[in-house]
């Protein structure tokens, strides 16, 4: 027996606690009835007598919402500064295990920071042609040059801001030129050299002089014996 609404000093029961208790009573029932909200986002199935499982089309209120990711995955993660000095020591070989002479930088590319080399630097480039997708432009703060370790922009290659004119482009347009050109001389050179050799290993026998009275002198050997047959049977 429930003795929440019963008063000990009268000795009696109080109707207005009896009223909350039954309503608060209704309320839980009718909360354990309702269940737990479904939180599944999956499209739900239409339920048929087909064996095949046909789509629901969803229609929302609005179409124009989107998915929003995540701010925190989106951001790059920070560089450690001087970092492409780690590039430097690293070597390139051909397939016979030689040396292979790196390019020339041209002048104005000038590097920044303690201890930054020409081939730090031409390092340091190339990892940020192939991995940003900023333009590169340089440490534009002249402050960098003072204090490289407070003003150093981590995006940007250890090189001193510069600007591409015409006159690199005409340069560099008459270095791939001339280098298509060699191109093209060792690809005719290797092709003329297998069509020599295919025309030496193709080349037949009895164009050789003095291979038609061979052929002709095995003919006559294997006449002979049948002759020889002839004469014994008569």
């Known amino acids: 027996m429930d003795l929440g609404a019963f008063d000990f ?4 029961m109080l109707m207005s606690k009896m009223n909350k208790s039954r309503q608060r009573v209704r309320y839980d029932s009718s909360n354990q009835v309702k269940g737990k909200p479904d939180l599944n986002t999956a499209l739900p199935v239409r339920q048929t007598a087909s064996i095949f499982k046909q789509p629901v089309t969803k229609i929302t209120n609005h179409p124009s919402n989107k998915v929003k990711s995540d701010p925190q995955k989106a951001v790059e993660q920070p560089r450690q500064l001087f970092w492409e000095k780690k590039l430097s020591g690293l070597n390139a070989f051909d397939i016979a295990e030689e040396l292979v ?7 104005g590319l000038q590097g920044v920071g303690p201890g930054c080399t020409d ?3 031409l390092s340091a480039i190339a990892s940020a042609l192939h991995t940003s997708t900023m333009p590169i432009t340089g440490q534009l703060s002249a402050a960098v040059e003072k204090n490289p370790g407070v003003w150093l922009n981590t995006a ?6 510069f600007m591409v004119t015409d006159e690199d482009i005409r340069k560099q347009e008459e270095l791939v ?4 050109k060699r191109l093209e ?4 050179a290797d092709m003329l050299a297998h069509v020599e050799e295919l025309a030496r290993d193709g080349e037949a026998p009895l164009d050789k002089p003095g291979a038609e009275e061979e052929v002709e002198d095995e003919e006559d050997e294997e006449e002979e014996p049948d002759q020889d047959q002839e004469m014994e049977h008569m």
Do not use: I
């Open 119 to 121: 081939e730090t630097l």
């Open 156 to 161: 940007q290659p250890l090189c001193k801001a």
């Open 177 to 180: 030129q001339q280098v298509r």
């Open 9 to 12: 000093r009268t000795g009696k």
């Open 101 to 107: 002479k790196t390019m020339d930088l041209p002048k």
């Open 185 to 188: 001389e060792a690809l005719m």
